[in-house]
């Protein structure tokens, strides 16, 4: 079975500080996904990567950036936390494979104060 | 553009009483349709992926099935613990980002004992 593991369930964090948000897999995936996920606005795409050290721009990137040094690790990165970016987030991994399905950690509630 | 569309947002259905769940979307060329299925406070948990029109997967209490236009999540006889939120998702089929996924907004499904 798919692992992604996300290190926190939950996180508080004040207005200005820098976050980290750490994914892991242990698939030898390819290819890895942050999102966030607020109430009747569904699964919104941040960023993503197809390969280490490669970055795309999802959905709504602005305020965010995210490193990926190696294959297992996507790392998100809130440069200055605001209180617009109290939400879920989920990281997601899926094989090379552009047709397979995402499978997903188990989230990071995170609330800015 | 491509787009999925699922209802209804939220289904009611007491213990044994089997209903479905639909999933329209607009893309030209599906690579696929994917349900999960979402517990509160925890990432989305992949349930099957559909190919073609006709393809039917079963699990348990849950038949999906797909045609070209929608997919339904059949959902025959449920408990209590079938009670979760159901996405479904299609690839996009556009620019860079082919493969990456687009999801609907989910349906919200309570079965009471």
């Known amino acids: 079975d798919v692992k992604v593991t996300q290190s926190s369930r939950y996180l508080v964090k004040r207005t200005g500080e820098k976050v980290f948000l750490e994914c892991v897999q242990d698939m030898d995936h390819e290819n890895m996904f942050w999102y966030r996920q607020d109430p009747g606005l569904g699964l919104r795409l941040i960023y993503f990567s197809y390969d280490v050290k490669m970055k795309e721009k999802g959905d709504i990137p602005e305020g965010y950036s995210v490193s990926r040094e190696k294959k297992e690790r996507f790392s998100l990165i809130l440069e200055s936390a605001s209180t617009n970016q109290t939400s879920m987030y989920l990281c997601a991994s899926r094989t090379g494979s552009k047709g397979g399905p995402q499978h997903f950690g188990d989230g990071t509630r995170l609330s800015i104060l | 553009e491509d787009q999925v569309t699922q209802s209804p947002e939220a289904l009611r259905l007491q213990e044994g009483e089997s209903s479905s769940l639909n999933c329209s979307y607009t893309v030209s060329g599906l690579r696929g349709l994917f349900w999960y299925r979402q517990d509160p406070g925890k990432g989305p948990e992949f349930l099957f992926t559909?190919?073609?029109a006709g393809e039917e997967k079963e699990k348990e209490r849950l038949k999906a099935t797909l045609t070209k236009k929608e997919s339904f999540l059949h959902i025959t006889a449920p408990k209590p613990e079938d009670s979760a939120t159901y996405l479904c998702a299609v690839p996009m089929n556009y620019g860079g980002s082919q493969g990456n996924l687009i999801f609907g907004k989910g349906t919200k499904l309570s079965v009471k004992p």
């Open positions: 559909l190919y073609s």
